[in-house]
């Protein structure tokens, strides 16, 4: 039999190829006092066995939840995901499309020229109210009658 056809070389899931804690045979029947080594020898076991027990119960989830069952929260929840995705996609598009635009061959000129336009019309405007200003220059406002 070749190690192609071993049932030992086989796939196995990822949890089963973690190798599990058990403490060592002595560890049970040896004398477990009251001396600091004793007591931090038992709490380090104990966390042992607490992070053991954890991860057998976070692969059995692991299988429950990779059956393939999908809940109504799922199907939205990956509904969601699928619009959120379209619209980053959009955003990463649109962003890179943004970095190959030429700015002195695309419509900047035409941008230019609307500011012109905006920056003569300010202009204008601004030697109007110099106008205005000027003109009344001359009115006296404490000589003119209030009654």
């Excluded at 190829?17 to 076991?45: C, H, L, T, Y």
């Excluded at 939840?65 to 619009?83: D, I, R």
């Excluded at 955003?91 to 941008?111: I, L, P, W, Y």
Aim: charged share 40%; net charge positive.
């Amino acid at each position: 039999m070749s190690n192609q056809d071993d049932p030992k070389f086989d796939f196995k899931a990822p949890e089963e190829n973690i190798r599990k804690w058990e403490p060592k045979a002595w560890e049970n029947q040896a004398f477990q006092g009251v001396s600091p080594f004793d007591f931090a020898m038992r709490q380090k076991n104990e966390e042992k066995k607490r992070k053991e027990r954890e991860r057998e119960a976070k692969a059995r989830m692991y299988n429950y939840e990779g059956k393939g069952v999908q809940t109504l929260s799922e199907v939205n929840a990956k509904q969601v995901n699928e619009v959120n995705q379209k619209g980053k996609e959009a955003a990463r598009q649109m962003k890179e499309d943004a970095m190959k635009v030429n700015m002195a061959t695309s419509g900047f000129g035409v941008e230019q020229a609307a500011r012109n336009a905006d920056f003569e019309r300010e202009k204008a405007w601004k030697e109007a109210k110099r106008k205005e200003i000027e003109a009344q220059k001359d009115v006296n406002m404490a000589a003119a009658g209030f009654g």
